[in-house]
């Protein structure tokens, strides 16, 4: 199916699967204090590590806060706005590819300066994926968890394209209080 193919290649997209970070551990659930919570975000890459992502919190959570308006207009099926958002992004914090030579001589393409500001890397990154899943035709595949206390930001990767909650331990806790619902609604006959 190469549908299923294509979006599962741009919700794993590096850009993608850290603006969903950045919005659902600084802004929707967050558990830990900023610093902790992106020095955790950006663990998996030592570039970043070394810009010490828990000294950039204050911009790191405008940033977040930004991606959560694009994803709740994603979510309403508003996508014009957020294009706009998204433009707004990219305008602030353009793409500059180029190629770079690694040690064994080949060459890979980037898509910043060498040494990039932390925050303009990451907001020009987390921009394009989310641009990508728009520009692809995937719009209608990033949601809010249905869950009411939960409320998290995934992409739909199902074949169907219909999946409400966040993971399927919210799904079943959803269902369990259905359940729950109308027993005590039977039991009241
Ligand atoms: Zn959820």
Redo the contacts with the bound molecule.
């Keep these: 199916m190469p549908g299923q193919v294509f979006i599962d290649r741009y919700a794993q997209a590096t850009g993608a699967r850290v603006a969903l970070a950045l919005v659902n551990d600084l802004v929707i659930t967050p558990t830990q204090p900023a610093a902790e919570i992106l020095e955790q975000v950006f663990a998996f890459d030592p570039e970043s590590v070394a810009d010490r992502p828990g000294q950039r919190v204050e911009e790191m959570t405008a940033l977040a806060h930004r991606l959560r308006h694009v994803i709740e207009a994603m979510h309403v099926g508003d996508v014009d706005l957020a294009a706009s958002t998204l433009n707004e992004l990219l305008a602030e914090a353009p793409a500059v590819p180029h190629l770079v030579r690694s040690d064994d001589g080949t060459w890979s393409l980037h898509h910043h300066p060498q040494r990039a500001d932390f925050v303009l890397a990451w907001t020009s990154l987390c921009a394009e994926a989310m641009a990508l899943l728009i520009g692809e035709g995937h719009a209608d595949r990033v949601h809010l ?1 249905a ?1 009411e206390d ?1 409320g ?1 930001a995934f992409v739909d990767t199902t074949k169907n394209g219909t999946r409400r ?3 399927e331990r ?1 799904q079943n806790r959803v269902k369990a209080a259905a359940l729950r619902r109308r027993r005590a609604a039977q039991a009241q006959r």
């Design positions: 968890c869950a939960c998290r909650f966040c993971s919210c």
